[in-house]
């Protein structure tokens, strides 16, 4: 049969969910609640042999028994029993279908046989699926997710996932919404991807206006000619920050029993994948504090960074870091910006960037300093991104943060990363007043500059 | 004049503040507020040409006019009067200085001249000098600091630093009081070291009973054979571990003009740092979180670890982490451990260390998943840390962590570290709850992996 795209998986007009709960805490019954919780448009259709109600939706004992014209299905049945639910599905016309169970590849023997009858009735009945062995996806803009991890409301934003794990539209997604002020588009848990994998969902996101950035977590790459070939393409309008988990022998090992899935060779992984334009990263970190910079602040034009820093010791080290580990350059700063900086300091302070902007704090006040150190670097056309490392204690004189929400309402185009030394509770205060209006945050002073360099990779393979 | 010892600057009996102020905020009367908030038992004498009286203390008019017996002298006058100034403490038998200016060789060649006429003055009294351009020194056994940052009660702890930037005494102790939950013995601002440099503060330290582990920001070495000598011997009894700042040309270039300081080669440093025994590490933030490891935990006794992972993909990525960049083997682990393993998991399951505990969890909850595996772990003799990833949220049954502390107090010769995943604020609390008894946690997956690595190494040179 031919394969249908994945519109109705993102957007489905309605939805059964087949093995539904009523006991609160159960995945049967935590997937419909989320689907309440984000107000989710379509009809929601429990299926259990019990019948009665379920979060008030009137519920179907079997798969037979549902109405005609139901888009998808969301299956929480044991593995053993997942076959017969796909070519059920395929009976009574859903066509697309998440598969939550594990048991399959990953587990033994008798999970490869299931999963090889699995993909059978896959090819036959042309139905669509996603899974085996995932925690659902996520599609904000229409309101839905497949999702039995307790989630709740989830935010909408420019930022969509592909995972080979159920961690993204799970614990991930979590640590996401209560720590982080940005929100995704489309998050796709892939699981063992014995239909849908990594170069269908590319696709899909390649061509969708609701993602601008794309991060992907991988273990394996099911059709890597194919996804290279979408990703050459997607990467020159969208940028692709990618984790390839199991790179070393010791992770290949593990990623074995966790997705049963076999990586190519590395090196050669590399090479292709730097080709394509996907930037690589080496921290599961960042593919949360680089999506966060890439959903608040435009992605950098260029590598050369203003860095304003309260201390000298600052400067030295990340020095070193942008020297040794970055692409980024400290830029060679226009002469009105050297005499505005000279204007702000005492006199026997030598100014370059990066800024030590202690000497002119002392004289002039912490907002002073930092707000005009920050608006010269920005003003400068050798700057194409600025980093200010903000020193905040009420002792020192309580700094005002609304100028940097100002400096990015004036300088739309580059992006302003802050980072923090000094006391935690203010540091915390901060993030809070910052990101819920767009100026990413970092506690690491290390993570403005890699984060940045991740994002200037990206720069370069777009149009 | 011979050399005296630094006791006098760690344990002074009384302290003239020279240039002390009446001006809440300014520099002069914050480091008294310090002296009075950390319950300094020794007397504060203010000089200020005002006189009258400053937070109570009857001010002199002149350092001539001070009572004699006075051991160190804080000297907060600009950098011009610093060279008389000293000359007038060692008239009155002063025989400790803190030098808090800056504007010195740092900055310009009229500093470097101020400078040599500092040096000058000290060699002929024999003055003991700290600094200039540093933000003071700490010692919190006897309840002392030379600081003039505002930091209130600062927290009694075994780690001490030694830093070549004002720093540490400054926005990042206030960073450590303020976000994590150790303290210091000894943390000392050696700024531009004209006088007591970083062989003279490593030799205390070796000595001092207070300090237990030794964390050292350097942009340089003074004295490089003798602070090395003093390393081969501490490192027999202290871990000692080290950022050396300008390890890079452009950092090297800012550090010439922060500390006025022309590092060593960098690559002969490496390996003489190596046989020494003191452990380089390459990012500043790891100089607070191995610190805390090293304060709340036993340094670990060898590079086997235990991992309870609630997610496969970060076993595979921490397989990675741990193969690429650290030399930590994830142990073999003992067939009884294995067996426990097993009885605790669904039947399905591919035990092996690391542990995926999301199946246990599912099957008995969360507490008894990661509790019974993590037992299991801490009692393998093949094991010599246990890391473990939590998953906190009240929907999925909340976990009490009480038996973390219970495994803290039978295995207290294994180290134990906590990181998260999911929701933000539940780890916020783990964080507040685990810290205060001795339990570190770290907000990224990656940094307990790192932060053992780093006091793995330090176990090498431990007698």
Same mark, same amino acid.
Request: with cysteine; hydrophobic share 40%.
């Given at each position: 049969?031919?394969?249908?795209?994945?519109?109705?998986?993102?957007?489905?007009?309605?939805?059964?969910?087949?093995?539904?709960?009523?006991?609160?805490?159960?995945?049967?019954?935590?997937?419909?609640?989320?689907?309440?919780?984000?107000?989710?448009?379509?009809?929601?259709?429990?299926?259990?042999?019990?019948?009665?109600?379920?979060?008030?939706? /009137?519920?179907?004992?079997?798969?037979?028994?549902?109405?005609?014209?139901?888009?998808?299905?969301?299956?929480?049945?044991?593995?053993?029993?997942?076959?017969?639910?796909?070519?059920?599905?395929?009976?009574?016309?859903?066509?697309?279908?998440?598969?939550?169970?594990?048991?399959?590849?990953?587990?033994?023997?008798?999970?490869?046989?299931?999963?090889?009858?699995?993909?059978?009735?896959?090819?036959?009945?042309?139905?669509?699926?996603?899974? /085996?062995?995932?925690?659902?996806?996520?599609?904000?803009?229409?309101?839905?997710?497949?999702?039995?991890?307790?989630?709740?409301?989830?935010?909408?934003?420019?930022?969509?996932?592909?995972?080979?794990?159920?961690?993204?539209?799970?614990?991930?997604?979590?640590?996401?919404?209560?720590?982080?002020h940005?929100?995704?588009?489309?998050?796709?848990?892939?699981?063992?991807?014995?239909?849908?994998?990594?170069?269908?969902?590319?696709?899909?996101?390649?061509?969708?206006?609701?993602?601008?950035?794309?991060?992907?977590?991988?273990?394996?790459?099911?059709?890597?000619?194919?996804?290279?070939?979408?990703?050459?393409?997607?990467?020159?309008?969208?940028?692709?920050?990618?984790?390839?988990?199991?790179?070393?022998?010791?992770?290949?090992?593990?990623?074995?029993?966790?997705?049963?899935?076999?990586?190519?060779?590395?090196?050669?992984?590399?090479?292709?994948?730097?080709?394509?334009?996907?930037?690589?990263?080496?921290?599961?970190?960042?593919?949360?504090? @680089?999506?966060?910079?890439?959903?608040m602040m435009?992605?950098?034009?260029?590598?050369?960074?203003?860095?304003v820093?309260?201390?000298?010791?600052?400067?030295?080290?990340?020095?070193?870091?942008?020297?040794?580990?970055?692409?980024?350059?400290?830029?060679?700063?226009? @002469?009105?910006?050297?005499?505005?900086?000279?204007?702000?300091? /005492?006199?026997?302070?030598?100014?370059?960037?990066?800024?030590?902007?202690?000497?002119?704090a002392?004289?002039n006040g912490m907002e002073f300093a930092w707000r005009e150190a920050m608006t010269?670097?920005l003003?400068?056309?050798?700057?194409?991104?600025v980093?200010a490392?903000l020193i905040l204690?009420d002792?020192l004189g309580e700094m005002k943060l609304d100028f940097i929400l100002d400096l990015k309402r004036r300088f739309p185009?580059?992006?302003i990363y802050i980072?923090f030394?000094?006391?935690?509770?203010s540091n915390?205060a901060a993030k809070s007043f910052l990101e819920p209006k767009g100026v990413p945050t970092?506690?690491?002073?290390?993570?403005?500059?890699?984060?940045?360099?991740?994002?200037?990779?990206?720069?370069?393979?777009?149009?």
């Amino acid at each position: 049969m031919p394969r249908s795209s994945l519109d109705s998986f993102f957007e489905p007009r309605s939805v059964a969910v087949v093995g539904a709960s009523s006991t609160p805490g159960k995945p049967g019954r935590t997937v419909i609640e989320n689907l309440i919780a984000n107000g989710f448009k379509g009809r929601i259709l429990p299926v259990n042999p019990r019948g009665g109600k379920i979060c008030g939706f /009137p519920v179907s004992k079997t798969i037979e028994e549902l109405p005609s014209g139901i888009q998808m299905g969301i299956v929480m049945l044991p593995a053993a029993q997942t076959p017969a639910a796909i070519q059920e599905c395929a009976e009574r016309g859903i066509s697309s279908v998440v598969l939550a169970a594990g048991g399959f590849a990953e587990v033994d023997h008798a999970g490869e046989d299931l999963q090889a009858e699995l993909k059978e009735v896959i090819r036959k009945t042309g139905v669509r699926v996603l899974g /085996p062995n995932t925690a659902g996806h996520i599609s904000t803009p229409d309101r839905f997710t497949s999702s039995f991890f307790p989630l709740g409301k989830i935010p909408n934003g420019p930022i969509s996932y592909i995972a080979q794990t159920g961690n993204f539209t799970g614990a991930m997604m979590r640590s996401i919404m209560s720590g982080e002020h940005y929100g995704v588009a489309r998050c796709i848990g892939l699981g063992n991807a014995v239909d849908i994998d990594e170069a269908d969902v590319l696709e899909f996101l390649a061509d969708d206006p609701k993602t601008k950035s794309i991060f992907i977590y991988l273990e394996s790459l099911h059709r890597p000619q194919t996804f290279l070939k979408i990703a050459r393409k997607v990467t020159r309008t969208k940028p692709v920050v990618m984790l390839k988990g199991g790179a070393t022998e010791g992770g290949a090992k593990a990623a074995m029993s966790h997705t049963a899935s076999l990586g190519s060779d590395d090196n050669v992984l590399d090479g292709a994948l730097k080709q394509a334009g996907v930037v690589r990263i080496d921290e599961f970190t960042y593919l949360f504090t @680089a999506a966060k910079a890439a959903a608040m602040m435009p992605i950098p034009a260029g590598n050369r960074v203003g860095f304003v820093s309260p201390s000298g010791a600052f400067i030295v080290h990340i020095s070193d870091i942008c020297h040794q580990r970055t692409d980024l350059v400290f830029s060679k700063i226009a @002469a009105a910006t050297q005499k505005r900086l000279e204007d702000i300091s /005492p006199p026997f302070i030598n100014i370059s960037n990066p800024v030590d902007v202690f000497p002119s704090a002392t004289v002039n006040g912490m907002e002073f300093a930092w707000r005009e150190a920050m608006t010269a670097l920005l003003k400068d056309p050798n700057v194409d991104a600025v980093v200010a490392i903000l020193i905040l204690a009420d002792e020192l004189g309580e700094m005002k943060l609304d100028f940097i929400l100002d400096l990015k309402r004036r300088f739309p185009e580059k992006p302003i990363y802050i980072s923090f030394s000094g006391d935690e509770n203010s540091n915390a205060a901060a993030k809070s007043f910052l990101e819920p209006k767009g100026v990413p945050t970092f506690p690491r002073i290390e993570d403005p500059f890699k984060v940045l360099d991740i994002l200037v990779q990206c720069r370069k393979s777009l149009a």
